[in-house]
C-alpha cells in the first residue's frame, strides 16, 4: 500500500514530467550533438551514444531524488503525521517508500530508455537485463539517500540547498558526461573519485548493458560496479530504516 501510494503521487505531477521530458530531449538533441563534435572526429558517435547513456543516469537519479520532496510537503499538509499513525511499522513505512520511489523513477524513465535503446541500438539482450536489473538497486539506492537525508534535516530550505550541492557534486565527479580514460588523463585525482561513485557504477553498466562501454574504457564486465551498487543499496535501505525509525520515535516530524 505504501509503495502503490507514492506511485499514484508521482502520477499527479503531470508538469513536472513534462518538464524533465522536454529536458532529456533538449540534452541530447542539443547539447549531445554539440558535445559531440568537440571531441576527436572518429569518435563523435560513439561519445554521441555515451553522452545520451549517461543523460538517462542523471534522469533516474534525479527522479529517484524526488522522494524526499514529497516527504516536506507532507509535513507540511499535516500528512507526515497520518501516517505514522496507520497500522504501518516504521521500517515497513520507509522500505516502501524507497522501493516506491525507485519504482516510479523506471515508470518516468522508460520511456526514454526506449527512446534511448532506438538511438544507440542494443549489443547485448542479456547484458541489458543484467544491467537493467541493477540499475533497479541505484534506483532504491538513492531514494533511500533521499529519505534519510530529508528526514535527517526536516528543514526544506536546508534539504534543497544540500540535495543541490550534492547533485551538482555527485553527477560531475561520475562518469555520466566524460569516459574514464578521459577524465585519468586529465586529472589523476578526478579519475580516482569518480571510481567510488554510485553513479559512475550505474552509468557503466548501462553502457556496459547497451554494449558502447567497452569502446571507451579498458574494463571488461564491470562487476565492480555491480558489487558498488549492491553496497550502496544495502547502506542506504539499512540506513535508511535504522534512521527513520530513531528519528521519529515518539516525536513525528517535530
Known sequence: MVVERDLRMFLQYKFLIILRTIWFVAQIGFFGLIASRMVVPDLADIYFEYYIAGVIIMMLYS??????????????????EY???????????????SIGGGIRSFIFVGPLIAISLFIIGLANPLNFLIAFSALFLFAFGVSGMSITIAVGLKSSDRFDILMGALN??????????????????????????????????ASDLFRWGVGIEKYLTMSPMPLAAIIGLVIFFSAFTFVGVTFYERRLEGGGWK
Open 63 to 80: 527522479a529517484s531524488v524526488f522522494i524526499g520532496y514529497d516527504i516536506f510537503e507532507e509535513a507540511e499538509h499535516g500528512v507526515f
Open 83 to 97: 501516517l505514522l499513525s496507520l497500522p504501518v511499522s516504521r521500517r515497513e513505512l520507509v522500505f516502501g517508500r
Open 168 to 201: 551538482a557534486v555527485i553527477v560531475r565527479l561520475s562518469t555520466t558526461m566524460y569516459p574514464q580514460a578521459f577524465v585519468q588523463d586529465a586529472n589523476q585525482a578526478y579519475a580516482a573519485l569518480t571510481n567510488f561513485n554510485p553513479v559512475t557504477f
